[in-house]
């Protein structure tokens, strides 16, 4: 029931920062959290943040603690993942998904998912 549009992405250089939004549309209230993911080419697809709407807890993936920031607007119904420091390993495709589950972690906990936009960092 819930749509989500990833927009953002693009080519940047190494040390530089884009901000991904994730504007959702439809019912939205059911769902306990918004997650980002990521996947490159020939490799999973990994959890990189999340965000529980009703509590604001955040959480985030090792590789890109102190560097990302995962927020929320509920006045538009987006939710953004602001991304500094970037780095070559960090170009992906990047994913919001929504689950009403309390799992975070797991991209199969996530039954919603957007259509994805790219990062690409160049060195």
């Known amino acids: 029931q819930v749509q989500l549009l990833e927009s953002g992405g693009g080519l940047v250089q190494a040390g530089g920062s884009l901000r991904l939004s994730c504007a959702a549309s439809?019912?939205?209230?059911?769902?306990?959290?918004m997650g980002w993911f990521r996947q490159a080419p020939g490799k999973e697809r990994e959890f990189v943040a999340a965000?529980?709407?009703?509590?604001?807890?955040?959480y985030y993936a090792d590789s890109v603690k102190g560097r990302f920031t995962i927020s929320r607007d509920n006045a538009k119904n987006t939710v953004y993942l602001q991304m500094n420091s970037l780095k070559p390993e960090d170009t992906a495709v990047y994913y919001c998904?929504?689950?009403?589950?309390?799992?975070?972690?797991?991209?199969?906990?996530?039954?919603?998912w957007g259509q994805g936009t790219q990062v690409t960092v160049s060195s």
């Open positions: 439809g019912r939205t209230t059911s769902s306990y959290t």
């Open positions: 965000i529980r709407l009703s509590a604001s807890n955040t």
């Open positions: 998904a929504a689950t009403t589950a309390w799992s975070v972690w797991s991209a199969s906990d996530y039954p919603t």
